[in-house]
């Protein structure tokens, strides 16, 4: 069973930086897309960015020019590197993969970040 695990979230100053990381482990064949999603509370979740297998990164516009995606397919890991946090980016922060369905079908459990003011 494919399990995204991610870990790097935690408090930070508004204007600092973190990295959350997410290994996916499992019984791995292929994985094509890899994502982050957030959902802050009172709120849905929601798109933060993704990535292809073959490094074509797509943004929300929330948090582009600040939150840089990346992975490393030979790892099964995916990066999202948060430089210029701002309090509105709290949030829980859920990995997701797709593993060849063409929708983002297999989700991690959660990091938090928070960012105070």
């Known amino acids: 069973q494919v399990q995204p695990v991610e870990s790097g979230g935690g408090l930070v100053q508004a204007g600092g930086s973190l990295r959350l990381s997410c290994a996916i482990s499992?019984?791995?064949?292929?994985?094509?897309?890899m994502a982050w999603y957030r959902q802050a509370p009172g709120k849905q979740r929601e798109f933060v960015a993704d990535i292809t297998r073959g490094g074509f990164a797509a943004y929300a516009d929330s948090v582009k020019g600040r939150f840089t995606i990346s992975r490393d397919n030979a790892q099964n890991t995916v990066y999202l590197q948060m430089n210029s946090l701002k309090p509105e980016d709290t949030a829980v922060y859920y990995c997701?993969?797709?593993?060849?369905?063409?929708?983002?079908?297999?989700w991690g459990q959660g990091t938090q970040v928070t960012v105070s003011s």
């Open positions: 997701a993969v797709d593993v060849g369905k063409g929708t983002y079908d297999h």
């Open positions: 499992g019984t791995i064949f292929r994985i094509n897309g």
